[in-house]
């Protein structure tokens, strides 16, 4: 295939337009940093729902009605929605969406669901099989912690190198026809795992997936850190950030200033003691459908690589002490 670049990456035989994109979030998204870049806030956790799980599907729904209604778009509007989430048979998506009535792919890349449907959503518009769709994902930390750790009620103590999942989700309307920013290749990554078994540090977990993943893409588009106005990965936080930039270093590449993480921009993270950032599916996706799109809007950067990871885990591997396996999808987003 002639746009195909080495074996993870695809150039796009044409640009694929971000039509519209909302973020929607709780009430530490709304005492951050980036809270003027969030569409809709709620300060309770619930979103006016009964349970947790609810509330999860409450934010999809909320993103996904923004998304269109910036758009002056309707759910029959839409070819397919591809989203996803952390919980189980991500039953915070299929509960979210259900009322939509809109062509739905299922899908699971844990706190890379955000690339992987951005991805996955580019390369059906571009091959032709869409004309609109949308891609999405959330999490929510009180839903997140009942099933991969301990109950937040429980009131268990937080290890230095935890994240703070985030309560948040990001939708994006992909189409042929725009003139927003637009997804210009994908490199679809690789599982990879380095025998880490504490659920308490995905960041060092994920970190070697972003550094397989970024080197394939580099060597694949002939092009290094410095050739994008910004790469930034998803939900490493401090310490996966730090062993991305290193593992770099001793390949003698500098990953330089304008290399950062979404967990490390959604909270402040000494004041909000948020230990070693931000995670979870919402944290990349809102990250990417408020902040970083809105900047590309205004002319901050021109050319960004959107990299987002998932820890591959689930509560039942962790219990019999399996390793975790993890995956980064990275994304070309240009201003064209």
């Not at 992909?174 to 078994?197: F, H, Q």
């Not at 580099?218 to 930034?232: H, K």
């Not at 003698?252 to 909000?272: A, F, H, R, S």
């Not at 070693?276 to 900047?295: D, H, K, R, T």
């Given at each position: 295939?002639?746009?195909r670049?080495g074996r993870?990456?695809?150039a796009?035989?044409?640009?694929?337009h971000i039509?519209?994109?909302?973020?929607?979030?709780?009430k530490?998204?709304g005492?951050g940093?980036?809270?003027?870049?969030?569409?809709?806030?709620?300060?309770?956790?619930?979103?006016?729902?009964?349970?947790?799980?609810?509330?999860?599907s409450?934010?999809?729904?909320?993103?996904?009605?923004?998304?269109?209604?910036?758009?002056?778009?309707?759910?029959?509007?839409l070819?397919?929605?591809?989203?996803?989430?952390?919980?189980?048979?991500?039953?915070?998506?299929?509960?979210?969406?259900?009322?939509?009535?809109?062509?739905?792919?299922?899908?699971?890349?844990?706190?890379?669901?955000?690339?992987e449907?951005?991805?996955?959503?580019?390369?059906?518009v571009?091959?032709?099989?869409?004309?609109?769709?949308?891609?999405?994902?959330?999490?929510?930390?009180?839903t997140?912690?009942?099933?991969?750790?301990?109950?937040?009620?429980y009131?268990?103590q937080?290890?230095?190198?935890?994240?703070?999942?985030?309560?948040?989700?990001?939708c994006?309307?992909?189409?042929?026809?725009?003139s927003?920013?637009a997804?210009?290749?994908?490199?679809?990554?690789?599982?990879?795992?380095?025998g880490?078994?504490d659920a308490n540090?995905?960041?060092?977990?994920?970190?070697?997936?972003?550094?397989?993943?970024l080197s394939?893409?580099?060597?694949?588009?002939?092009?290094?850190p410095?050739?994008?106005?910004?790469?930034?990965?998803?939900?490493?936080?401090?310490?996966?950030?730090?062993?991305?930039?290193?593992?770099?270093?001793?390949d003698?590449?500098?990953?330089?200033?304008?290399?950062?993480?979404?967990?490390?921009?959604?909270?402040?993270?000494?004041?909000?003691?948020?230990?070693?950032?931000?995670?979870?599916?919402?944290?990349a996706?809102?990250?990417?459908c408020?902040?970083?799109?809105?900047e590309?809007?205004?002319?901050?950067?021109?050319?960004?690589?959107?990299?987002p990871?998932?820890?591959?885990?689930?509560?039942?591997?962790?219990?019999?002490?399996?390793?975790?396996?993890?995956?980064?999808?990275?994304?070309?987003i240009?201003?064209?």
């Amino acid at each position: 295939m002639a746009n195909r670049l080495g074996r993870q990456t695809v150039a796009l035989p044409a640009p694929v337009h971000i039509l519209s994109h909302a973020a929607v979030g709780g009430k530490h998204e709304g005492e951050g940093p980036l809270a003027d870049w969030f569409d809709q806030l709620c300060t309770d956790s619930f979103f006016g729902e009964k349970t947790w799980e609810k509330a999860e599907s409450a934010m999809q729904k909320a993103a996904l009605g923004k998304a269109l209604e910036k758009a002056g778009l309707k759910p029959d509007d839409l070819d397919y929605i591809l989203a996803g989430d952390l919980l189980n048979q991500c039953i915070g998506t299929s509960f979210g969406l259900r009322d939509f009535g809109i062509p739905f792919y299922g899908l699971y890349g844990a706190c890379s669901t955000m690339g992987e449907s951005l991805a996955l959503g580019s390369l059906l518009v571009a091959g032709g099989f869409a004309e609109r769709l949308g891609a999405m994902t959330s999490s929510h930390f009180c839903t997140a912690e009942r099933q991969y750790r301990m109950p937040v009620p429980y009131g268990s103590q937080r290890t230095p190198t935890a994240q703070w999942t985030a309560t948040a989700a990001g939708c994006a309307i992909l189409g042929r026809e725009g003139s927003g920013p637009a997804v210009t290749a994908v490199t679809c990554g690789k599982i990879v795992d380095k025998g880490i078994t504490d659920a308490n540090n995905m960041g060092a977990a994920m970190a070697p997936a972003a550094y397989d993943t970024l080197s394939a893409h580099f060597a694949a588009t002939g092009t290094g850190p410095r050739d994008y106005d910004l790469v930034v990965t998803g939900d490493l936080g401090a310490l996966g950030h730090q062993i991305v930039a290193d593992l770099f270093a001793r390949d003698g590449v500098d990953m330089g200033g304008n290399y950062t993480d979404c967990g490390l921009l959604l909270y402040d993270i000494q004041n909000q003691d948020m230990h070693a950032g931000a995670s979870g599916c919402g944290c990349a996706a809102s990250v990417l459908c408020g902040y970083l799109l809105g900047e590309m809007e205004r002319g901050r950067w021109r050319r960004i690589l959107f990299a987002p990871t998932g820890a591959l885990l689930s509560p039942t591997s962790t219990c019999q002490g399996e390793s975790i396996p993890s995956i980064c999808h990275a994304v070309v987003i240009e201003s064209v």
